[in-house]
Nanobody, 127 residues
Framework: QVQLVESGGGLVQAGDSLRLSCVASGRIFSIYAMGWFRQAPGKEREFVAYIPWSGSNTYYANSVKDRFTISRDNAKNTVNLQMNSLKPEDTAVYYC????????????????????WGQGTRVTVSS
């Protein structure tokens, strides 16, 4: 199992920036990729960004492309999400998730593809 702890959420104004961090511990060697998801009140959890544990192919939801950047620091077992030009519609609880090795198919944008989840960090963007 992989334990994940997010941090960095808060209350900001539209146009501001935030940097979320996710620290992984436990069976680090079993991580294939990491993802960020978010869930707004009354809505389903949705994909935000993806990064492999090794390699550089990143994916983003269209709604955050060119505003958010996902990065990885393997030495610190950390994945970050830099969020710029925040909008009120970015308001949600943000979760990081780990997709473990040993599967035939990995689906970077799908909630069910991820095995371990953090507790979430709340981001509120006021207009």
């Amino acid at each position: 199992q992989v334990q994940l702890v997010e941090s960095g959420g808060g209350l900001v104004q539209a146009g501001d920036s935030l940097r979320l961090s996710c620290v992984a511990s436990g069976r680090i060697f079993s991580i294939y990729a990491m993802g960020w998801f978010r869930q707004a009140p009354g809505k389903e959890r949705e994909f935000v960004a993806y990064i492999p544990w090794s390699g550089s192919n990143t994916y983003y939801a269209n709604s955050v492309k060119d505003r958010f950047t996902i990065s990885r620091d393997n030495a610190k077992n950390t994945v970050n999400l830099q969020m710029n030009s925040l909008k009120p519609e970015d308001t949600a609880v943000y979760y990081c998730a780990a997709d473990r090795i040993g599967k035939i198919n990995h689906r970077p944008t799908t909630v069910d593809s991820y095995d371990d989840w953090g507790q979430g960090t709340r981001v509120t963007v006021s207009s």
